[in-house]
């Protein structure tokens, strides 16, 4: 084991980001130094916190997939995520499924190399989706285009 698995205090397993409001439910931020995102919470100047929340499990999911079919040697050449999320109806809203719709197109994908990089990041690798409520369900759909 290296020595950054052993110590869980190593300044690589935190991240840290800060918010500013910048006026009604608009709010500015990132990481220190970092790049900026803007969000509303109406949705109106940038996209709405639960929003952010599928682009960030799509995002992660879609990293993961990524790298895995590199490694496969795949040829991947290009990836769509299509992310979707029902809420629960009352207060927090929080959202009782997702489903991942992965779009892609490669020189040698196949549907068995597709579905296991999906299948391992959406299981094992996604730490946002691995953050959530694991008892919630998660689908996932893949589309090799020609």
């Not at 397993?13 to 109406?42: C, K, N, Y």
Request: proline letters at 7%.
């Amino acid at each position: 084991m290296t020595d950054d698995i052993l110590n869980p205090d190593d300044p690589k397993h935190f991240r840290h980001a800060t918010l500013h409001w910048e006026h009604d439910t608009v709010f500015r931020g990132g990481p220190p130094g970092g790049q900026e995102i803007v969000t509303d919470g109406r949705g109106d100047e940038g996209p709405d916190m639960v929003v952010l929340l599928l682009l960030a499990a799509g995002g992660c999911a879609g990293a993961d997939v990524v790298s895995i079919l590199k490694k496969m040697q795949a040829g991947l050449e290009s990836l769509r995520i299509e992310v979707s999320g029902r809420r629960d109806p009352e207060p927090p809203k929080r959202y009782n499924h997702l489903t991942l719709r992965f779009v892609m197109r490669g020189t040698a994908l196949t549907e068995a190399n597709t579905a296991r990089a999906v299948e391992l990041s959406v299981s094992k690798y996604c730490s946002v989706l691995r953050t959530l409520d694991p008892e919630m369900p998660v689908d996932t759909e893949i589309v090799i285009e020609s």
